[in-house]
């Protein structure tokens, strides 16, 4: 079943705004702004600047095409690491996989030299290169897009130019934003993914998207790290073992519940070690890790038909301090 949302305006229009104001407060944000010979604006939040946790905030609601709010909230007060991520928007479907999913693979060239990175944020939508576009039947258009990359290079301009031309803008009108995984500003973006990977989780297992009426979420925000793949872990572990999600859902009670039992992290056969050692066990091939773990730890699935709530999952403050540790 298809999720109509042609009526809805576009994520590129709604970010555009955000993304002025992150480059109009570069300085004081700890970014850096430049253009590419082709003209393509870049946005350093981590590689050669420092980046900052407010940064990887508005990065987030950017990636969340101009449709959802992130704020940093106070833990509760028995949990070790104190500042969490909320998330919330009223167009999840849209909003976390219309947009901030990183669906969009970017490649150039072979070997040694060559560049990849997944792109997420509003101009996916631009150029749907994605199946996922057919099933949520929305394609926007815009004159400007905005991509957020997990990267600590900048993108060669072969590459560059056909992003735009993908998005259909010139290349004076794009601007790509890159976190990389080790920077706070990255960490940041990517923990507040939290709900994102709730609704992934749902649509991975089935449960028909224009179903999901409403939605929010919270993760802790973790340390950083000088190595990747321990900054990638944390990132992954916040969400796997701090994750918080709560679906507003129509349709009939039993499917509310049955999703609500096979959301949660703890339901994939992988769970049960901190991401980074799941990651090296499966010899560093994402493809070989159980997609059932890819889930907030906790959820909660409330019907709109019948007002019952069904809860499923744990917090696991112990692999949360192993992991951040």
């Known amino acids: 079943m298809t999720h109509p949302m042609n009526h809805i305006p576009s994520v590129n229009q709604l970010a555009s705004p955000l993304v002025e104001y992150l480059v109009d407060h570069a300085a004081e944000l700890r970014l850096a702004v430049s253009r590419q010979d082709n003209g393509v604006r870049i946005v350093d939040a981590g590689?050669?600047?420092a980046g900052g946790i407010e940064a990887g905030r508005r990065i987030a609601e950017i990636c969340l095409g101009g449709l959802g709010r992130v704020t940093l909230v106070p833990a509760a007060a028995q949990a070790a690491w104190p500042w969490e991520?909320?998330?919330?928007?009223?167009?999840?479907?849209?909003?976390c996989l219309g947009s901030q999913y990183?669906?969009?693979?970017?490649?150039?060239?072979?070997?040694?030299g060559s560049f990849f990175a997944l792109g997420s944020g509003p101009g996916r939508a631009l150029a749907g290169k994605e199946e996922l576009f057919g099933e949520l039947a929305y394609r926007d258009r815009a004159d400007?897009?905005?991509?957020?990359?997990?990267?600590?290079?900048?993108?060669?301009l072969p590459l560059l130019d056909k992003i735009a031309g993908q998005c259909d803008v010139s290349p004076d009108r794009l601007t790509l934003i890159l976190t990389p995984t080790t920077s706070l500003a990255g960490g940041v973006q990517v923990v507040a993914r939290v709900l994102e990977v709730a609704l992934h989780k749902a649509h991975f297992l089935g449960f028909p998207l224009d179903h999901i009426v409403d939605g929010m979420g919270t993760a802790p925000v973790c340390p950083p790290s000088p190595d990747f793949l321990t900054a990638m872990g944390r990132t992954n572990d916040a969400i796997l073992?701090?994750?918080r999600v709560q679906l507003f859902v129509a349709g009939e009670e039993a499917a509310a519940?049955?999703?609500?039992q096979r959301m949660p992290s703890e339901a994939s056969k992988d769970y049960g070690q901190p991401f980074a050692q799941v990651f090296k066990n499966?010899?560093?091939?994402?493809?070989?890790?159980?997609?059932?773990?890819?889930?907030?730890?906790?959820?909660?699935?409330t019907s709109l038909k019948t007002g019952r709530s069904f809860r499923a999952g744990q917090l696991n403050a112990d692999l949360l301090e192993r992991s951040f540790s």
């Open 144 to 156: 400007s897009a905005c991509l957020v990359l997990e990267t600590d290079k900048i993108p060669p």
């Open 85 to 95: 991520l909320s998330v919330s928007t009223a167009q999840p479907v849209l909003a």
């Open 47 to 49: 590689i050669r600047v």
């Open 102 to 112: 990183a669906g969009w693979s970017l490649s150039h060239g072979e070997g040694k």
């Open 241 to 243: 073992f701090g994750g």
């Open 282 to 301: 499966a010899g560093h091939d994402f493809y070989k890790i159980d997609p059932l773990l890819f889930a907030p730890a906790q959820i909660i699935v």
């Open 257 to 260: 519940e049955a999703l609500a």
